[in-house]
């Protein structure tokens, strides 16, 4: 069957008007026959009602016949439907399809302070959702204490394997290239002024306090923290976390504990070997592009940074990895129904972990220069 | 655009074969479905019938056989000629298979919005109309997905399986997960598009009840292959184990005694 162009003429039978349909009245042509549709109802408007002969339509469907039904609520009659198509008519003509829907305006003074303000809200939610699994992470590492028994060691070793034994390859290459990056920079800037010997100083004490640390963590959040988030927010979405709850089993426990401890045991090792990477290619560059032999490099290093450099930077580690896996864990939870919400939580897991990360790294400096370290 | 008068079939499978690395799931399985008839797929939990499915409307690559859908054969066709099949067919995945991210309406309107160019306002009466014809309510058309029951995900996904009015609709369970009564008025809708649209449907289903009273053939997999094919009367007949549990086991005699006492 070949289907053809819809049709609607006006022709006059025994006397009076009728409207002949024709062709195809199907989805499409569904953009034509609307046309054809409107212009037939603005034509009989004010007229004596015409009646509408289906017998020539070659093939129908429910476009077809939700625009019949738009012309018959003008008024007009349907004669000669065939038979066949009946049913389809009948059924689309009961549909309730409710009033249109009206969208509320967005737009003025008065939507933009409402905007403002539930971001503000939303913030606000966001920090007592962290504070809050902070709580609920405080609270089951108390049971833990008392229940040693309780700790699952082979989902700790699974996390601590992806999160840290897995992460060394990219973590090493990352801290080696800032590192040889640094003294170059160094290098090159000192010398103007013939202190290039200095270069020495400023990789170690700027990698073991502060670089080495701070890139690891980065890297951590964005690696991990987002896997975090994709893990415990699928879970989420397919009522794996609910079933937990059901068996009676504390999702926190089961799902966020282990993979904070992880973290807080991968993170310092990540950030010792990340460390030692930097330092080894701050030296390679002092080496072949500043042109200091590595001994030089090394007997330099030893007078300029001390354990306090080192331990300055440890004792970071441990926290942010706290940071980055508490944010990670609360955004995962947070996650809605919709794929949507997932991409969105875990954005906004890596963004606030991250600037958290810098933030605590700040506190820390403040801190160590309090107390002289 | 409705075809029932042309005869042929909708679908042809011959010897299909499909496996996943050792495992052979079809093995050698073949099948007609004709151009507006409700075939009905049934078979034991794991037998392949979804497999089937999916290898029909090309998301599993086959090993082996030829598949044609609408008169095409989908292994040869270009790109043009198979987004024109795809136009042409409609799927209700298992578990709807919603977009999670837009609103009822929307998933609805979105083939039409593909495919179709349309006015935004039949565009919006007619994804409305097709949402109340599977049984939604109004205030129900701005929900998203995540919001819906079972039921209604399942209703949602049948009006956008059915969003273009499309000749053949592959429906995965349609019934399963909704309660006796609508899973009745989701077959007799089912039947009603069926007769009006000269629609073909290819039905995956447990429901003894819908393959009783809306499928006009059924297909049983067993073992990989095909193990009958014919009307309700002729499975009752079969003396395959599967089969015979099936159709002829207790909820099957009950079903049909109360079919047959109930006032038609």
Same mark, same amino acid.
């Given at each position: 069957?070949v289907?053809?162009?819809p049709?609607?003429?006006?022709?006059?039978?025994?006397?009076?008007f009728?409207?002949?349909?024709?062709? @195809?009245? /199907?989805a499409s042509?569904?953009?034509?026959?609307e046309r054809l549709v409107?212009?037939?109802?603005?034509?009989?408007?004010?007229d004596?009602?015409?009646?509408?002969?289906l017998?020539n339509?070659?093939a %129908?469907?429910?476009y077809?016949?939700?625009?019949?039904?738009?012309?018959?609520?003008?008024?007009?009659?349907?004669?000669n &439907?065939?038979?066949r !198509? $009946?049913?389809?008519?009948?059924?689309? /003509?009961?549909?309730?399809?409710?009033? =249109?829907?009206?969208r509320?305006g967005?737009?003025g003074l008065g939507?933009?302070?409402e905007t403002?303000?539930?971001?503000t809200v939303?913030?606000?939610a966001?920090?007592?959702?962290?504070?809050?699994m902070?709580g609920?992470?405080? +609270?089951?590492?108390?049971?833990l204490?008392r229940h =040693?028994?309780?700790l699952?060691?082979?989902s700790v070793v699974h996390?601590?394997?992806? +999160?840290?034994?897995?992460?060394?390859?990219?973590?090493?290459?990352?801290?080696?290239l800032?590192?040889?990056?640094?003294?170059q920079?160094g290098?090159?800037?000192?010398r103007?002024?013939?202190?290039d010997?200095y270069?020495?100083?400023? *990789?170690?004490?700027?990698?073991?306090?502060?670089?080495g640390?701070l890139?690891?963590?980065i890297m951590?959040a964005?690696?991990s923290g987002s896997?975090y988030?994709?893990e415990l927010? @699928?879970m989420?979405?397919?009522?794996? +976390?609910?079933?937990?709850?059901?068996?009676?089993?504390?999702?926190?426990?089961v799902?966020?504990l282990?993979?904070?401890i992880?973290?807080?045991?991968?993170?310092?090792m990540?950030?010792?070997?990340?460390?030692?990477?930097a330092l080894?290619g701050?030296?390679l560059?002092?080496?072949f592009?500043g042109?200091?032999?590595?001994?030089?490099?090394?007997?330099? &290093?030893?007078?300029?940074?001390?354990?306090t450099?080192?331990?300055?930077g440890m004792i970071?580690?441990?926290?942010?990895a706290l940071?980055?896996?508490?944010?990670a864990?609360?955004?995962g939870?947070?996650?809605?129904g @919709?794929?949507e919400?997932?991409?969105?939580?875990?954005t906004a897991?890596?963004?606030?972990?991250i600037?958290l990360?810098i933030?605590?790294?700040?506190?820390f400096?403040m801190?160590f220069a309090a107390?002289d370290? | 655009?409705p075809?029932?008068e042309?005869?042929?079939?909708?679908?042809?499978?011959?010897?299909?074969?499909?496996g996943?690395d050792?495992r052979?799931?079809l093995?050698?399985?073949?099948?007609d479905?004709k151009?507006?008839e409700?075939f009905?797929?049934v078979?034991?939990?794991g037998s392949?019938k979804?497999?089937?499915l999916?290898?029909i409307?090309?998301?599993?690559?086959?090993?082996?056989?030829s598949?044609e +859908?609408?008169g095409?054969?989908?292994a040869v066709?270009s790109?043009a000629e198979?987004?024109g099949?795809?136009?042409?067919w409609?799927?209700? %995945?298992q578990?709807?298979?919603?977009? @999670?991210?837009?609103?009822?309406?929307?998933?609805v309107?979105?083939?039409?919005?593909? !495919?179709?160019r #349309?006015?935004?306002?039949?565009?919006?009466?007619?994804?409305r109309?097709?949402?109340?014809?599977?049984?939604l309510k109004?205030?129900?058309?701005?929900k998203?997905?995540?919001?819906?029951s079972?039921?209604?995900?399942?209703?949602?996904?049948?009006a956008?399986?059915l969003?273009?009015d499309?000749?053949?609709v592959?429906?995965?369970? =349609?019934?399963s997960g909704?309660?006796?009564?609508s899973?009745?008025?989701f077959?007799? #809708?089912?039947? /009603?598009?069926q007769?009006t649209?000269?629609?073909? *449907? %290819?039905?995956i289903?447990?429901?003894?009840?819908?393959?009783q009273?809306v499928?006009?053939?059924i297909?049983v997999?067993?073992?990989?292959r095909?193990?009958?094919?014919g009307s309700?009367?002729?499975?009752?007949?079969v003396e395959?184990?599967?089969?015979?549990?099936?159709?002829?086991?207790? $909820?099957?005699?009950?079903?049909?005694?109360?079919?047959?006492?109930?006032?038609?």
């Amino acid at each position: 069957m070949v289907s053809t162009a819809p049709t609607l003429t006006r022709a006059a039978t025994q006397g009076r008007f009728e409207l002949e349909a024709g062709g @195809s009245w /199907t989805a499409s042509y569904a953009n034509e026959l609307e046309r054809l549709v409107d212009a037939a109802a603005q034509g009989t408007r004010g007229d004596a009602l015409p009646a509408i002969n289906l017998a020539n339509v070659s093939a %129908f469907d429910t476009y077809g016949a939700w625009l019949l039904e738009r012309l018959r609520k003008t008024g007009a009659e349907i004669v000669n &439907l065939p038979e066949r !198509y $009946r049913g389809l008519f009948e059924e689309i /003509t009961s549909a309730d399809i409710g009033a =249109p829907a009206r969208r509320p305006g967005r737009r003025g003074l008065g939507s933009r302070l409402e905007t403002l303000g539930r971001a503000t809200v939303a913030m606000l939610a966001d920090l007592a959702a962290i504070a809050a699994m902070l709580g609920a992470i405080c +609270v089951s590492l108390g049971n833990l204490l008392r229940h =040693p028994a309780r700790l699952r060691p082979t989902s700790v070793v699974h996390h601590l394997d992806r +999160v840290g034994w897995q992460a060394v390859p990219i973590i090493l290459l990352i801290t080696f290239l800032i590192g040889g990056i640094i003294a170059q920079q160094g290098i090159f800037h000192f010398r103007k002024f013939g202190a290039d010997a200095y270069v020495v100083d400023m *990789v170690g004490i700027l990698v073991l306090r502060e670089i080495g640390v701070l890139i690891v963590a980065i890297m951590v959040a964005g690696r991990s923290g987002s896997s975090y988030t994709a893990e415990l927010g @699928s879970m989420k979405m397919r009522e794996e +976390v609910d079933a937990l709850r059901t068996m009676g089993l504390d999702p926190v426990e089961v799902l966020v504990l282990p993979r904070v401890i992880a973290l807080i045991i991968a993170l310092p090792m990540l950030t010792f070997l990340g460390s030692m990477a930097a330092l080894y290619g701050g030296g390679l560059v002092a080496w072949f592009y500043g042109g200091m032999h590595p001994d030089i490099f090394i007997a330099r &290093l030893k007078e300029a940074i001390s354990i306090t450099h080192f331990k300055v930077g440890m004792i970071k580690a441990p926290f942010m990895a706290l940071v980055i896996g508490v944010v990670a864990c609360a955004q995962g939870l947070r996650v809605k129904g @919709s794929a949507e919400s997932l991409g969105l939580q875990t954005t906004a897991s890596v963004v606030k972990a991250i600037f958290l990360v810098i933030v605590l790294d700040g506190l820390f400096a403040m801190f160590f220069a309090a107390i002289d370290m | 655009m409705p075809m029932s008068e042309t005869a042929g079939e909708a679908i042809r499978v011959r010897d299909l074969v499909v496996g996943f690395d050792e495992r052979v799931v079809l093995n050698g399985v073949s099948i007609d479905v004709k151009r507006g008839e409700v075939f009905g797929f049934v078979g034991g939990s794991g037998s392949g019938k979804s497999v089937l499915l999916r290898t029909i409307i090309g998301l599993i690559p086959k090993r082996a056989g030829s598949i044609e +859908v609408l008169g095409a054969n989908l292994a040869v066709t270009s790109e043009a000629e198979h987004r024109g099949i795809e136009r042409r067919w409609g799927v209700l %995945f298992q578990h709807g298979a919603l977009f @999670s991210s837009l609103t009822v309406l929307q998933n609805v309107q979105f083939p039409m919005r593909e !495919y179709l160019r #349309l006015s935004p306002r039949l565009m919006d009466e007619v994804a409305r109309a097709k949402l109340a014809m599977v049984g939604l309510k109004p205030k129900d058309h701005d929900k998203l997905p995540s919001e819906l029951s079972g039921g209604m995900t399942k209703r949602v996904a049948l009006a956008r399986a059915l969003a273009l009015d499309p000749e053949l609709v592959f429906l995965d369970e =349609p019934t399963s997960g909704l309660d006796p009564i609508s899973a009745g008025e989701f077959d007799q #809708l089912i039947r /009603t598009l069926q007769q009006t649209l000269g629609l073909t *449907v %290819f039905m995956i289903t447990h429901d003894l009840e819908s393959l009783q009273t809306v499928c006009d053939r059924i297909g049983v997999l067993a073992d990989g292959r095909i193990v009958a094919v014919g009307s309700i009367s002729t499975m009752r007949e079969v003396e395959h184990p599967w089969v015979k549990a099936y159709f002829r086991g207790r $909820r099957a005699e009950a079903l049909s005694r109360r079919l047959s006492t109930a006032p038609s």
